[in-house]
């Protein structure tokens, strides 16, 4: 959805358009279910966790300021809803990529072309709060203001986990290729 778009339906929204809602509802709610069962490895939890999101939303989107920041606020609703679900949660919960972890895993290849599974296997390897800040960014295309909103953080700290993560990520495939050498 295109940014000036989704400003005019939340104004709409605001305005008591039902129907605009629905637009957003239904623009959101697969990428937000999404982030959620990544949060909480549980698909009850994580549906729960959206759709406390989206009450909490409707009730306070008169209350949105700046049109702009509903995506980022959202998702912001979203994860402080899951890390609610997990806290009840009584056995541990799933990491973001724990179910990519259990598939077997294939050598890298020498070429630097990583498969989606590979890529999953080495992102899973991350601590939580850098797989949040990856996912964020490179799955759901925020920008870093929109993820320092979703996680509470300021922007430069966004930065520095991402900077962190992917040379993570570089020491994790040269640490897998110097393994396939030998």
Do not use: C
């Not at 729960?48 to 209350?63: F, G, N």
């Not at 990529?97 to 599974?117: F, I």
């Not at 966004?158 to 993560?165: D, F, G, I, M």
Request: hydrophobic letters at 45%.
């Amino acid at each position: 959805m295109a940014r000036a778009q989704e400003e005019i339906l939340v104004l709409k929204a605001q305005a008591g358009d039902s129907r605009a809602f629905e637009i957003l509802y239904r623009a959101y709610q697969p990428s937000l279910a999404k982030f959620a069962y990544r949060l909480t490895g549980n698909e009850a939890a994580a549906m729960d966790a959206v759709q406390d999101a989206w009450i909490m939303t409707a009730r306070k989107l008169k209350e949105l300021d700046n049109p702009a920041m509903f995506r980022a606020r959202i998702f912001k609703a979203v994860r402080w809803r899951a890390l609610d679900q997990i806290r009840r949660q009584t056995a541990a919960p799933l990491s973001l990529d724990d179910e990519a972890l259990e598939v077997e895993s294939a050598p890298l290849t020498r070429d630097g072309l990583l498969t989606s599974d590979q890529l999953t296997a080495l992102i899973g390897g991350l601590p939580e709060i850098e797989r949040q800040a990856i996912y964020l960014f490179y799955l759901e295309e925020m920008k870093v203001a929109e993820i320092a909103t979703v996680l509470d953080i300021p922007p430069g700290t966004v930065k520095s986990r991402l900077n962190r993560a992917r040379g993570r990520l570089q020491e994790q495939v040269e640490r897998e290729d110097a393994l396939e050498e030998v």
